[in-house]
């Protein structure tokens, strides 16, 4: 569902541009992308009445999309923590980890799937029972999730935003910006965690075959990404 709310430049970092205004529809022309998470229980939704089943599903599960009039403050908050130049480069709190994702092929279903469950894992050991993860695709409709609601299964049957990029910018922050992680929207991310809490808990019980493919992850420098744009600041 493409969101019709107000421009948010800020986190359409890495295209190079600055957008006047909500970019609606595919941006990424000609661009290789990685495969997105897949429906399980269903088909893809086609139809309004598809796409209403779809988000009762997610509903039951945790996620609650954030109405429209609430994004001004939510950009104006984000802004403050993370641009507070408003040059339209994030600049990553530390501690943070940064993964650059393989470059010539998709990360197997399998993996993608290990480091969602794995991440949603880490966050329900830093986000307390009744406090809601801020979700925001600069490019569709945002969520609040519930990260202790009934998610089992990394497939969109259950997700309403993926973890790792797939075309678009994916983050997820604590309502008080303390942690987070941020998926950049280049096939090749990069993926930012931090937060020392989150951090911690992610190296507790970490995704191996991720860590396998895409090594430890770096921190304390800037990330060498393949695509245009600024770097994240870490």
Known sequence: MH???????????????????????????GEATRPTMRYRDRKPPNTK???????????????EEVPEAEMPD?????????DPQRKGDLRIPRPAR??????RQ????????????KLLSAFRRCIRLGERLLVIDPQHQWYRLDPHGGITAATRDE??????????????????????????WHPTGPVT???QNLLDAFAED????????????????RITRRCSGPEPRI
Do not use: H
């Open 193 to 195: 965690l931090f937060g």
């Open 206 to 221: 970490p995704p191996t075959r991720f860590l396998e493919v895409c090594g430890p992850g770096r921190t304390g420098r």
């Open 98 to 103: 940064a993964w650059l994702l393989p470059w």
């Open 3 to 29: 969101r019709t709310g107000p421009a948010v430049w800020f986190l359409s970092v890495g295209r190079g541009s600055v957008p006047a205004r909500p970019v609606i529809g595919p941006t990424l022309s």
């Open 159 to 184: 997700w309403a935003m993926p973890m790792l990029p797939d075309g678009d910018t994916y983050i997820y922050l604590a309502p008080d910006f303390r942690l987070g992680v941020i998926s950049r």
């Open 106 to 117: 998709a990360l197997p279903e399998e993996i993608e799937a290990e480091f969602t469950l």
């Open 49 to 63: 009445a598809e796409f209403a089943e779809v988000g009762r599903r997610w509903r039951s599960l945790g996620w």
């Open 74 to 82: 939510i950009t104006a908050a984000v802004e403050s923590r993370f």
